[in-house]
């Protein structure tokens, strides 16, 4: 049962247990790619910590980028609208290239996000995202690290907001309406 913190959030995962779990997401991820240079593609703004946090982590070869996607306006729910706001800066041809999601929620953004970089013929393209919500899923996409399945609900904190705010939290809160 998540721990009631006040009138609008209840903390679902610790901070403790985010970095647990991102070590163990690590390793795994350093066991797959052995030698192999990874890139680590964040997705803007959700994933600054994740993304972060994780690097600092991976002892693998790695480079870094971000693109912001953006579905969800200033809202709680999905406008099924995915914008392109903010596009890689390096050529992925030939790369490995690891998309770093804070959250797979209906699976719009990611679906959209591998269709496009899939034709851009990097080497290989896989997924990590800290979050994954199976029961709001409209898109099957593949993620093939995932941190935490939670239940469909609205979480914020660590990266994730609400109208902006939120991000700054070290954990990830459900934030009840009141
Ligand atoms: C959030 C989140 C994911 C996406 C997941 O981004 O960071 O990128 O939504 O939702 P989906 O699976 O339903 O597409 P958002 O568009 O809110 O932008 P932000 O990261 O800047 O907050």
Do not use: C, W
Not at 4 to 26: F, V
Not at 32 to 52: A, M, R, T
Request: net charge negative; proline share 3%.
């Amino acid at each position: 049962m998540p721990v009631k913190l006040n009138e609008s959030l209840s903390i679902l995962i610790s901070a403790e247990e985010i970095q647990e779990k991102i070590k163990e997401l690590s390793q795994k991820i350093e066991a797959d790619y052995g030698d192999e240079p990874i890139l680590l593609l964040g997705v803007l703004k959700g994933s600054l910590h994740f993304i972060s946090d994780l690097g600092r982590l991976l002892s693998s070869q790695t480079t870094v980028d971000f693109v912001q996607v953006s579905s969800y306006g200033s809202g709680k729910s999905s406008t099924g609208v995915v914008q392109i706001r903010k596009d890689l800066d390096v050529n992925i041809e030939g790369l490995n290239v690891l998309i770093v999601e804070d959250i797979v929620d209906t699976g719009t953004t990611l679906s959209h996000l591998r269709e496009l970089l899939g034709t851009r013929r990097p080497k290989s393209l896989k997924v990590v995202a800290l979050l994954s919500k199976p029961e709001a899923r409209k898109h099957q996409t593949q993620v093939e690290y995932v941190g935490f399945e939670i239940p469909n609900e609205f979480v914020v904190g660590y990266g994730l907001d609400y109208g902006e705010r939120f991000r700054n939290l070290p954990y990830i809160a459900i934030l009840h309406e009141g």
